[in-house]
């Protein structure tokens, strides 16, 4: 069974940081494009930045050279840290796991709220 968990969500204050992780199992993760995705109270769903399998990494706009994507295929998890929070960064955050060969698959989601 494929899962995909991520953890380090919170209350932050602007300006500070976050390192958010998803943990993959039941999938070869190596083989995977890992996204992070979030999604703000009354918006839609929007990219934050992807790491493929061979490494190479895009981000949103608004979010580059604030956030690092980042994996480690031994321990099967993809990391996100958020440096410079600011409160439009308040979504709940989702990974995902795609191929388009092996299929894709969700996390369940952590929140993060950026607020003093």
């Known amino acids: 069974q494929v899962q995909l968990v991520e953890s380090g969500g919170g209350l932050v204050q602007p300006g500070g940081s976050l390192r958010l992780s998803c943990a993959g199992s039941?999938?070869?993760?190596?083989?995977?494009?890992m996204v992070w995705y979030r999604q703000a109270p009354g918006k839609q769903r929007e990219l934050v930045a992807v790491?493929?399998?061979?490494?190479?990494?895009n981000y949103a706009g608004s979010v580059k050279g604030r956030f690092t994507i980042s994996r480690d295929n031994v321990k099967n998890t993809v990391y996100l840290q958020m440096n410079s929070l600011k409160p439009e960064d308040t979504a709940v955050y989702y990974c995902?796991?795609?191929?388009?060969?092996?299929?894709?698959?969700w996390g369940q989601g952590t929140q993060v709220t950026v607020s003093s």
């Open positions: 995902k796991a795609q191929s388009a060969y092996r299929g894709n698959y």
């Open positions: 039941g999938i070869t993760f190596s083989s995977y494009d």
């Open positions: 790491i493929i399998s061979g490494g190479s990494t």
